[in-house]
């Protein structure tokens, strides 16, 4: 893995499409940069085991072999500069007698691995940015989550203006209302003009799901077969009371006409015992019955 001296979370978080792109991939080796540690061991000489840090210009430095550079090797490639390097130098060994003793290296005997890595540094918005030890084969995603993974308190902190996340939210909302009115006003058209369908195809341009707009849309679908229902309703018990008013009307009408002629007959009755009661020829009680069932039938 290249080294990486600063890491952004918001680089991170790119990195991570990158990483899931590759991952059928076989991983990259792992490659020697400054800040590595690595231990170089000899079978014959286990006391000669010794550690060495890659410097800035990718060498590390060994007593009686001076400056080896190392830097972009991979550890097996590591392995095999050792082992062609060791064995061109004769070792003097001091003995517990005080005799010295001369070893010849043998390649089989050297052994080089990496002993530490060097650290990475994990900013931005985590739970603990900075330095995170690395471990063989890590990756980004891994990274995130040994440095506690995305913080919202930091990152709300420290954004200076509005919230992505409450604008998305904030837009799909208005969204939302626009769809409902949309579908509203399209119900009430078809309502007014009588017509038991609408057209149910959203506005372009929507960014909420199919589901929520048809479950929209159906919803003011079945307003309308109600309203529409109702409406039939109230005209059907309009029309039969205005029908049931109709025939009243007349049968009064028919009344009306009837007890006036009934009337105009008991007045004519009146006048013609009148005249008889004033020439004489009727008495006051029949008079009197006369008028009698003129008052009752008026």
């Known amino acids: 893995m290249a080294f990486v001296s600063r890491i952004s979370f918001a680089a991170l978080v790119g990195c991570l499409a990158l990483s899931s792109a590759t991952a059928a991939e076989a991983p990259a080796a792992y490659k020697l940069s400054p800040g590595d540690t690595v231990e170089i061991g000899i079978a014959s000489i286990a006391e000669r085991t010794q550690r060495a840090v890659v410097q800035m210009d990718g060498s590390i430095a060994l007593p009686e072999f001076g400056m080896v550079p190392v830097g972009g090797l991979t550890p097996a490639e590591l392995q095999t500069r050792m082992e062609a390097v060791l064995p061109t130098k004769i ?84 969204w939302g209302d626009y769809i409902r009115d949309y579908f509203h006003g399209a119900r009430i058209r078809a309502e007014l003009q009588n017509q038991a369908e609408f057209d149910m195809q959203p506005p372009q341009g929507s960014p909420l799901s199919n589901v929520l707009i048809s479950a929209v849309a159906q919803a003011e679908a079945e307003g309308l077969r109600i309203s529409l229902n109702n409406f039939q309703q109230e005209q059907s018990y309009l029309d039969k009371t205005a029908k049931d008013a109709e025939a009243e009307v007349e049968v009064l009408l028919k009344r009306e006409q009837t007890e006036a002629a009934a009337v105009k007959q008991d007045e004519d009755d009146l006048a013609r015992v009148t005249k008889s009661f004033e020439s004489g020829n009727l008495t006051n009680s029949r008079l009197a019955d006369v008028r009698r069932a003129v008052l009752m039938s008026s």
């Open 91 to 174: 070792v003097h060994q001091r003995l517990p007698d005080g005799r010295e003793q001369m070893i010849v290296i043998k390649p089989s005997d050297v052994t080089a691995v990496i002993a530490e890595y060097r650290p990475i540094y994990v900013t931005g918005d985590v739970l603990t940015p900075g330095q995170q030890a690395y471990r063989p084969l890590m990756t980004v995603r891994q990274a995130i989550a040994v440095a506690g993974g995305f913080s919202l308190l930091r990152s709300r902190a420290s954004q200076s203006g509005p919230d992505p996340v409450d604008l998305r939210r904030d837009y799909e909302s208005i």
